[in-house]
Each structure stands twice: as structure tokens, then as C-alpha cells.
T-cell receptor, first 114, second 114 residues
Framework: GAVVSQHPSRVICKSGTSVKIECRSLDFQATTMFWYRQFPKQSLMLMAT?????????EQGVEKDKFLINHASLTLSTLTVTSAHPEDSSFYICSARLGYNEQFFGPGTRLTVL | AQTVTQSQPEMSVQEAETVTLSCTYDTSENNYYLFWYKQPPSRQMILVIR??????QNATENRFSVNFQKAAKSFSLKISDSQLGDTAMYFC???????????FGSGTKLNVKP
């Protein structure tokens, strides 16, 4: 099946710094990628939809200036958490759309902000 | 609005037995897809099974099958011959046809006991 990678898998940073998370579709091109956030023992919450070559569409309540998304190529989308704070600590998952009705998920990135 | 409800936060089943996970959804649309995803402790999201709403026949994938009741807006997952490796969180998800956004339920934690 299609493979999506994320890097890094874990990151620890100090409060106030910025962190970039990469999402890559390894064996297919994805015009659309999604970024999710998952709190412990909870479901996935869609943060934004990333379309190649255009601005991301953010869900209600998600600060676009805090969570910067760039989808510069058909195989790469990046999420930058700017001026991170402890409340941004979470598990971030990306997915890449393939076809009409399928998305493949990355393995996730655990962000810890001290 | 589209919502997905999983009313069983946690379930247990003995190895080799059968278990059914419930999912209901709310939509006014006629064309959509339904999914069950598995998230093991590694947190990698894995597609278990998919159902197209226009198909009356219930989808099956080896030990996994669904009971899709479109009028009742119900989409339950049956796992036969449960295995220890089935222990995971299971998420029901809804995708509107031609629309990029997935809606996830809150999840059911399944414990398969030896």
C-alpha cells in the first residue's frame, strides 16, 4: 500500500521556539494532505487541509498564524508550530489523500514543549 | 452537520471469540463512504475496512465485516476469531463523496484477552 512518512517522530523543544514537522508521501503524489492533532485517549481532530500550491484551509478554532502549513510539492507538506507553548504538546498526524476516498496516514509526531 | 458516534469507549473480548463495535452517524447526504480504522499502541492509523454507501452489500475483509444499515445510519464492525494483535483503538470515520474531509468518531478501545 501507499506509504506516508513523518519526520521527526519525536521532538522536545523549549517554550517559545518553533518546530517544523515534515509529511511525505513516499510512493505516490498527493495534491491534498491533512494535518490532525490527537490528545491522549482521544480521537483525531482535523486541524487543516493542505493543498499543493495553494494556501491551507484551517478548521474553525485553529490559529493559522500559529500552525503554519506549507505544501510546496506533490510529495511534501510541512507543519510549523510557531512560538510553541506547553499546551501545544500533542501527537500530530498527517495523512495524504489518494484517489476519491482514501487517505494514508503517517506514523505521527509526538511534540513535547517544555 | 456530519457527526460520528461511537457509544462504547472500551470493550473486551476473549481470544478467538467474536466482538461487535458500534458506530452511528448523522448525515443528510446520500453519497458517502464509511471506514473503520485501527490504531494500535504504535499509534499508526491502519485502514481496516471501507464501505461505499451506494452499495447494499456489506463489506468484508477476512475476519472483519460490517453491518451497514443505511436507513438507520448505523455501521458496526464485527471482528471474528479475535486475536491478540487486534488489541487497539478503533475509529469509525465518515467521508462525504467528493469532499476531502473525514469525520472521526471518538473511538473504542478493544482489549483482546488471552
Amino acid at each position: 500500500g501507499a506509504v506516508v512518512s513523518q519526520h521527526p517522530s519525536r521532538v522536545i523543544c523549549k517554550s517559545g521556539t518553533s518546530v517544523k514537522i515534515e509529511c511525505r508521501s513516499l510512493d505516490f503524489q498527493a495534491t491534498t494532505m491533512f494535518w490532525y492533532r490527537q490528545f491522549p485517549k482521544q480521537s483525531l481532530m482535523l486541524m487543516a487541509t493542505s493543498n499543493e500550491g495553494s494556501k491551507a484551509t484551517y478548521e474553525q478554532g485553529v490559529e493559522k498564524d500559529k500552525f503554519l502549513i506549507n505544501h510546496a510539492s506533490l510529495t511534501l507538506s510541512t507543519l510549523t508550530v510557531t512560538s510553541a507553548h506547553p499546551e501545544d504538546s500533542s501527537f500530530y498526524i498527517c495523512s495524504a489523500r489518494l484517489g476519491y476516498n482514501e487517505q494514508f496516514f503517517g506514523p505521527g509526531t509526538r511534540l513535547t514543549v517544555l | 452537520a456530519q457527526t460520528v458516534t461511537q457509544s462504547q469507549p472500551e470493550m473486551s473480548v476473549q481470544e478467538a471469540e467474536t466482538v461487535t463495535l458500534s458506530c452511528t452517524y448523522d448525515t443528510s447526504e446520500n453519497n458517502y463512504y464509511l471506514f473503520w480504522y485501527k490504531q494500535p499502541p504504535s499509534r499508526q492509523m491502519i485502514l481496516v475496512i471501507r464501505q461505499e454507501a451506494y452499495k447494499q452489500q456489506n463489506a468484508t475483509e477476512n475476519r472483519f465485516s460490517v453491518n451497514f444499515q443505511k436507513a438507520a445510519k448505523s455501521f458496526s464492525l464485527k471482528i471474528s476469531d479475535s486475536q491478540l494483535g487486534d488489541t487497539a483503538m478503533y475509529f469509525c470515520a465518515y467521508l462525504l463523496y467528493n469532499f476531502n474531509k473525514f469525520y472521526f468518531g471518538s473511538g473504542t478501545k478493544l482489549n483482546v484477552k488471552p
